[in-house]
DNA sequence: TTCATAAAGGATAATTTTATCCTTTATGAA
DNA sequence: TTCATAAAGGATAAAATTATCCTTTATGAA
């Protein structure tokens, strides 16, 4: 569906945009052992994040992450952009090389509304919104301990 | 989404079943052909589909893959679930180890959607039934020539 | 200015998925 | 029975994804 790499980085991101009102800034260990993620690679996946101005970072001593207001207000379908990109959005659910309804495979007209959907719930969905539900204490975004 | 090993096999299938009334038997290269999959992988891809009794295959000369009447009548789903399994359907899109209503993440209720409609797709829809679209011209599974 | 700190960046490794090649087994016609 | 044929099976290889480690760069407090 969306990559491992990917769905780190919503989690990450998400966490990191739950404590925006605290005002601090977040280490790379403390948002990969919140998200139950590794922790080098989630350093990467913060790196493009970063890049890809989804939030924000600082070098040095009392450096690390942090969420800017504007970056709350985006959807989530940009983080997804960041780093597996648009395809899965558009892709054929059987593989042709290009989804098209002038060419289309047999299961076009029944996985499109799937992807369809996908692309709305990631689209019409806020980092902030999904910050908020977890502060509100609705969601999780970290593992039930088991 | 569902892998391209799988991607190969539903057109595959399709491709047998849309030879079914001709009541002749395919091999492996003419399949991989029309698909625009690669043989030696394809061949590995029937070996489980067979193995799954999702088509029927037939060593020797006078061999090949066919399918029949009742194979028809499964649903997509089934050979989605004898290549990749079933977690697709059942996976948290933020990647937690559980999707669960007690214990949801943030996007639980958008991605459940979604998701669901890719199952209803898979489910809802036979073999048999875009075997027939092909045949009837209105579809394809096999790229366009560019 | 020095120094400890934290992210950025580069190199590399492990794992999974995709793909190929070659040998073995089953099948049926001649 | 022999023989050519086609799938099954086993062993690898290539590519992509996931993951780790180590060095470099930026930052700010002391
Ligand atoms: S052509 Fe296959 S999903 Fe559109
Ligand atoms: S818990 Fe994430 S989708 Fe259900």
Do not use: W
């Not at 780190?8 to 260990?29: C, D, P």
């Not at 989630?42 to 504007?70: C, H, M, W």
């Not at 369809?116 to 609705?138: S, Y």
């Amino acid at each position: 569906m969306i990559s491992k790499a990917c769905k780190y980085g919503i989690r990450a991101t998400i966490f990191v945009a739950s404590k925006q009102e605290e005002g601090i800034k977040l280490n790379i260990k403390d948002i990969a052992r919140e998200v139950d993620a590794p922790e080098a690679f989630t350093a990467k996946i913060l790196q493009v994040l970063n890049k890809n101005r989804i939030i924000t970072s600082l070098k040095g001593p009392y450096g690390g992450f942090y969420i800017e207001d504007y970056q709350l207000e985006q959807p989530v379908i940009n983080i997804v952009n960041a780093i597996d990109g648009m395809s899965v959005f558009q892709e054929c659910g059987l593989g042709l090389k290009q989804c098209s309804a002038t060419h289309p495979c047999p299961m076009h007209d029944q996985y499109k509304i799937a992807r369809d959907a996908l692309l709305d719930a990631f689209q019409n969905t806020t980092i902030g919104q999904l910050a908020e539900q977890v502060n509100e204490g609705g969601s999780y975004i970290k593992n039930l301990h088991y």
